[in-house]
């Protein structure tokens, strides 16, 4: 009895004396079915409503949808990375599309830029079920092409191979940024005077360096280096070069190195 008792009193005191790793921010009280920074603005947005999208820190409403079925399968992830990840910047602009099955009867697939509410892409023969298969690179050309499939009552099914034109490299750094949640953001605000923020989080410790280069690929100013622990973190540039002198206006690159970790992002200085 008494070894019970003191048993109890330790798991109490251990019990209580254990910190509370994680709290919660907010409760969404909408069925979330995707979760992804869309427009490039280092804030995640969420889909839910079927087709409103809120900001992940407000939770405000900020871009509505055109009716139709966001593609989301978490059962891709082991099969394909591009299948899982087909919400991917297709035509170069800094900004996710959304790849989208509209009901029928219409029955298209779209790729949606939702930033300027048109469609990129828009596929669907008529009386045809079409049906995302996959992203890959099917012609070893290091660029992915889509693949579609059509079903055709009666049986019959047909496969659409399109070019795409997003290179591989591309996408494989954005599914390692999503695997391993190291992030470069946006640097804010942007264009910029006199000053900006760049923030950035690793989630392992790094020796971290942040530099920034002329469009001619010149070093003008390092701006930390230094090791880090995990966490968010941000640093400040203030359009002085490496002498203490201010430098004109422009087009500039910030770079991040962090471990194996390296990424570059445009920044525009006005005067």
């Known amino acids: 009895m008494k070894a019970a008792l003191i048993f109890i009193i330790t ?6 004396g254990l910190s509370q790793q994680f709290q919660l921010e907010a409760t969404i009280e909408k069925h979330v079915s ?10 995640c947005e969420y889909i839910a409503d079927t087709n409103k999208v809120y900001d992940g820190a407000s939770h405000n409403l900020k871009y509505t949808l ?3 079925n966001i593609f989301w399968d978490e059962n891709q992830r082991a099969q394909n990375p591009y299948s899982y990840f087909p919400h991917i910047d297709f035509n170069g602009d800094g900004k996710r599309e959304i790849m989208m099955l509209t009901a029928s009867p219409d029955n298209q697939l779209i790729i949606y830029d939702l930033v300027n509410s048109m469609n990129l892409f828009q596929f669907g023969p008529a009386n045809e079920s079409v049906y995302f298969k996959e992203l890959i690179d099917i012609d070893g050309d290091q660029e992915l092409e889509l693949i579609i499939r059509g079903a055709i009552p009666g049986g019959e099914y047909k496969t659409y191979v399109y070019s795409t034109g997003v290179s591989i490299t591309g996408v494989n750094q954005i599914y390692h ?3 391993n949640g190291y992030k470069l953001e946006q640097n804010f605000p942007n264009p910029f005077n006199p000053s900006t923020t760049i923030r950035y989080s690793i989630t392992s410790p790094e020796n971290v360096s942040i530099n920034i280069y002329d469009v001619s690929g010149q070093l003008v100013k390092e701006i930390t280096k230094d090791h880090n622990q ?3 973190y941000e640093v400040v540039w203030g359009g002085m070069n490496n002498y203490n002198q201010k430098v004109s206006s422009g087009a500039y690159f910030y770079q991040i190195t ?4 390296v990424e570059a992002k445009k920044m525009i200085l006005l005067k």
């Open 11 to 16: 798991v109490i005191f251990q019990t209580v």
């Open 258 to 261: 962090a471990g194996n970790y």
């Open 230 to 232: 995990a966490g968010e």
């Open 66 to 68: 055109p009716n139709g």
């Open 34 to 43: 995707a979760i992804f920074d869309i427009d490039g603005d280092g804030i």
């Open 177 to 179: 940024e999503s695997i």
